[in-house]
Each structure stands twice: as structure tokens, then as C-alpha cells.
């Protein structure tokens, strides 16, 4: 049985919805993010960086989002959240994966919290008005793309999406938030018509808007 431990509508949403929808058995830890469980001695030891989340899958432990998600779907091959190891669809996967993770999350980072990223606190708003500006851009070109199909992959459905969904929940409360966007909203509302999306959200007990 996996272990996934969380925080409601963290990054632990991402492979939370790829075990809802592989059906793997698995079993939700929380911790507690308002309490500080995240650096307490004991979860150190499972991620010394104080980041959720981490998936347990018998001896191994593994932390970091986007690599839980791909060892997810190399073990469960049958799901077809990702295609084959050496095709294009492969490749194109492993592209948006990335620029989600090094560019998209990396500012929505900065977005949410601008004061970890200046050591001048008249700054902090300058800070965030640039890293809005950033991911605006950044959701205007996944936008532009999504024209091309549903998905990221176009007509096929990978793990990719459910990536995009988390990111465009960080983004929800934008004066521009991605939904708005025309492609990327329709986008959204399909991925969300996944039952595994829905059973991600009740077990995780999150309330509308989602994203």
C-alpha cells in the first residue's frame, strides 16, 4: 500500500488524483502545515527539505512532486497516464511537466509568498506584481496551445493535465485567474469530469472554487 502524506490542495494533489485514478491502494497522512508538522524531526527524516509531499511505496521514499508522479506511472504502466518511454508523446510530456514545475510553479511561488524573494520589505508588491505578470504570460502560451486539443498531449490524456489542474488552482485567486482563460478554462472543466479528480477533492475535504 502506498503512503502519500498531504495537505489539502498542496502539491500532494497532483499524484493524489493519478492513485485515484490508477485504483491503487493507498492511504492518506496528514500533516499539518498550519502546525508546523512539515518541520518537525520526524517528518525531516522522511524529506529533510520540510516540503509536502512524500510518497512511501515500501522502502522507498520520495519526495518532489513531479517525480512522484512519473514513478507512479512507470509502475502502473496499465493506467496509460503516460505514453511509452521513448516516443514523441514521451517527450512532449516530459517538455510540459518541466515548464510547469521550473517556470509555472517556480512563479507561483513567488506569487504567494514575494516576501521570501526580497530582503527589502517596500518591495514585496513589486516583486509580486512581476511574477503575475510572469504567469500570466506563462498560462496566455498553455492557453495558446490548448487550441491544438483538450489536452496538453492534444487528443490523449496524461499525467501532464493533472499537473496543469494543480497549477491553475495556486492561480485561482489572480486578478486573472487561468480558468478565465478560453482553452485553458475548457480545458480545466474536463479534466475536473474526472472521477479520480472528484475523489481527490472529498478525501482531501477541499471546497469550491477548486480551480
Not at 469530469?193 to 472528484?198: G, K, L, M, S, T
Amino acid at each position: 500500500m502506498y503512503e502519500l502524506y498531504y495537505y489539502p490542495g498542496m502539491a500532494n494533489l497532483a499524484p493524489h488524483m493519478m492513485l485515484e485514478d490508477i485504483g491503487a491502494e493507498h492511504r492518506l497522512i496528514r500533516v499539518d502545515r498550519d502546525k508546523g508538522e512539515h518541520k518537525s524531526p520526524e517528518y525531516l527524516k522522511l524529506n529533510p527539505k520540510g516540503l509536502i509531499p512524500v510518497l512511501v511505496d515500501g522502502d522507498l521514499v520520495l519526495y518532489e512532486t513531479a517525480a512522484i508522479c512519473l514513478h507512479l506511472a512507470d509502475r502502473h504502466p496499465q493506467a496509460n497516464l503516460a505514453p511509452a518511454l521513448g516516443t514523441h508523446g514521451r517527450a512532449h510530456m516530459y517538455k510540459w511537466l518541466m515548464h510547469m514545475t521550473n517556470t509555472v510553479q517556480s512563479d507561483v511561488l513567488v506569487y504567494n509568498y514575494p516576501d521570501r524573494y526580497t530582503t527589502d520589505p517596500g518591495g514585496v508588491e513589486a516583486v509580486k506584481a512581476a511574477s503575475a505578470a510572469r504567469l500570466e504570460n506563462a498560462y496566455q502560451q498553455i492557453d495558446a496551445h490548448l487550441a491544438e486539443g483538450p489536452y496538453l498531449l492534444g487528443d490523449t490524456f496524461s499525467l501532464a493535465d493533472y499537473y496543469l489542474l494543480l497549477m491553475a488552482r495556486w492561480g485561482r485567486n489572480m486578478a486573472n485567474p487561468p480558468r478565465t482563460l478560453p482553452n485553458l478554462g475548457r480545458s480545466l472543466d474536463r479534466i475536473a469530469e474526472r472521477p479520480a479528480v472528484a475523489r481527490a477533492f472529498a478525501a482531501e475535504g477541499m471546497e469550491k472554487p477548486y480551480y
